[in-house]
C-alpha cells in the first residue's frame, strides 16, 4: 500500500509551532483546511518587554560598599598614605622650609644611624621587649582568672564586670600616668599623695612576715617589677577578660553535663572541658596583648621615635618606626607559628 506523502504546508506550518513554542513558550493550534501558513517565524521581539533591574545580590553589594565608603576614604588618606610616606622619608633626609619639606635621598644611612650610632634605641628595644615577655603571660592568666570568676552567677555581677571594663573607657595617657605617679608630664604636682594608694612597696614587708628570707637579688627584682605593675596589669586587661568572657558563654550546657555525669573535679572541668574551648581565644588575645604592649604610648621606643618626631628629625623617626613595626610583625608570626599548635578548634 502506498504510502501518503506529507503536505509539505503543513510541515513548515509544524516547525514555525515549534519555534514559537521555544520562543513564547506557547504552542500554536493545529492547522486546518484553508488556514494561511505565516510566512516568517515569530521573532524574539513579541515577547514581554524586560525590565532593567540590579539583581537582588549587587544591590546587597552595593549597599555594603557604600557604608563602608567613608571607612575606605579615611583608611586611604589618614593611614595608607601616611604608611608610604614615611617609609619615603626613612630613605631620605628631610629638611624642614618654610612650607613645605625637602627629601634628599641617603639610601639605608637612616637605619645604619639608628642601629648603631643612636646611644639609646637598641637599648629601648631590649627593654621593650623583656618587658612584653614577662607582662603578656601575666596579662593572660589574670584576664582568664577573673573571666572564670565573673562568669559564675553571684550578686553584683554585671557590676563587676563593668569595674574590670572601666579601664578600657578611662584609660587615656594623662590618667594613667598620674594613677602611676608620674606626676611631671601632667601639670598635676600636688596628686602624688593619690598616686600611693596604689603603690605595692609592701611585698617586701609581706615576704619578712611570711618568713621568706634570703631571696636572690635577681628574685627580688622580679618580685619586686610584677608587684610594681600589678595595677598596670589589671588595667590592660579589660578587652582580654571581656573576649575570655565571649568564649566561656559560648562552652555548649551539654559540655558540663557529661562532665558532671562522669565525675569530673572543678579542676579537671578546667583543663578538660573549659581550656581548650577558651584556646582559639588565648591565641587572639595573645597577639592583642603584644600589640598593645608594643604600641603603648608609655613604652620608651614609642617615646623615642615621638621625640625624634618633636624634634623634625623625620627621617631618623621614620626608620626608627619601620624597624619597629618589623620586629613587631616577626614576633607576632613567631607567637603564632608556636602557639598554633597547640590550639583546640572545634569543628563540625
Known amino acids: 500500500m502506498a504510502r501518503k506523502k506529507a503536505d509539505p504546508e503543513i510541515e513548515a506550518a509544524k516547525k514555525i509551532a515549534a519555534q514559537r513554542k521555544a520562543v513564547v513558550g506557547t504552542e500554536l493550534p493545529p492547522l486546518k483546511a484553508g488556514d494561511s501558513v505565516p510566512a516568517e517565524p515569530l ?5 514581554e518587554p524586560k525590565h532593567h533591574k540590579l539583581a537582588y545580590e549587587k544591590r546587597k553589594a552595593l549597599y555594603g560598599y557604600g557604608f563602608i565608603s567613608l571607612w575606605m576614604v579615611g583608611t586611604l588618606l589618614f593611614f595608607i598614605i601616611p604608611l608610604f610616606k614615611s617609609l619615603y622619608y626613612s630613605f631620605n633626609e628631610v629638611t624642614v622650609n618654610p612650607g613645605s619639606l625637602d627629601t634628599s ?17 637598641t637599648e629601648y ?3 621593650t621587649l623583656l618587658e612584653t615577655l614577662w607582662k603578656t603571660p601575666l596579662v593572660l592568666i589574670f584576664s582568664l582568672f577573673i573571666a572564670v570568676i565573673l562568669n559564675q552567677k553571684f550578686k553584683g555581677r554585671a557590676l563587676s564586670r563593668a569595674i574590670f571594663f572601666l579601664p578600657v573607657i578611662i584609660a587615656t595617657g594623662p590618667v594613667y600616668k598620674i594613677i602611676n605617679g608620674d606626676m611631671g ?12 594608694m596604689f603603690s605595692t612597696d609592701m611585698v617586701g614587708s609581706l615576704l619578712e612576715f611570711l618568713g621568706i628570707y634570703g631571696l636572690s637579688d635577681n628574685m627580688s ?4 617589677t610584677v608587684t610594681d605593675n600589678i595595677f598596670g596589669i589589671v588595667w590592660s586587661s579589660g578587652i582580654q577578660i ?6 566561656l558563654q559560648n562552652i555548649p550546657p551539654s559540655a558540663k553535663e557529661a562532665a558532671q555525669m562522669e565525675g569530673a573535679t572543678a579542676w579537671e572541668y578546667f ?8 584556646s582559639p581565644f588565648i591565641l587572639a588575645n595573645l597577639i ?11 613604652n620608651s621606643v614609642m617615646k623615642r621615635i615621638i621625640d625624634m618626631k618633636n624634634s623634625w628629625a623625620f627621617g631618623e623617626a621614620s626608620a626608627m618606626a619601620w624597624i619597629y613595626f618589623l620586629i613587631v610583625l616577626a614576633a607576632i608570626a613567631l607567637i603564632t607559628a608556636i602557639v598554633n599548635k597547640f590550639i583546640y578548634y572545634e569543628v563540625d
Do not use: E, H, M, R
Open 288 to 298: 592583642f596583648t603584644v600589640i598593645d604592649s608594643f604600641t603603648s604610648p608609655t
Open 185 to 196: 608630664t601632667t601639670g598635676n604636682t600636688g596628686a602624688d599623695q593619690f598616686s600611693t
Open 43 to 47: 521573532s524574539v521581539s513579541a515577547k
Open 271 to 278: 583543663w578538660k572541658i573549659t581550656f581548650p574551648y577558651v
Open 105 to 121: 635621598w641617603v639610601g639605608l644611612d637612616k637605619y645604619s644611624k639608628v642601629l648603631f650610632s643612636d646611644p639609646n634605641y
Open 221 to 224: 627584682t622580679i618580685i619586686s
Open 125 to 127: 628595644l631590649g627593654d
Open 242 to 247: 571581656l573576649l575570655f568572657l565571649a568564649a
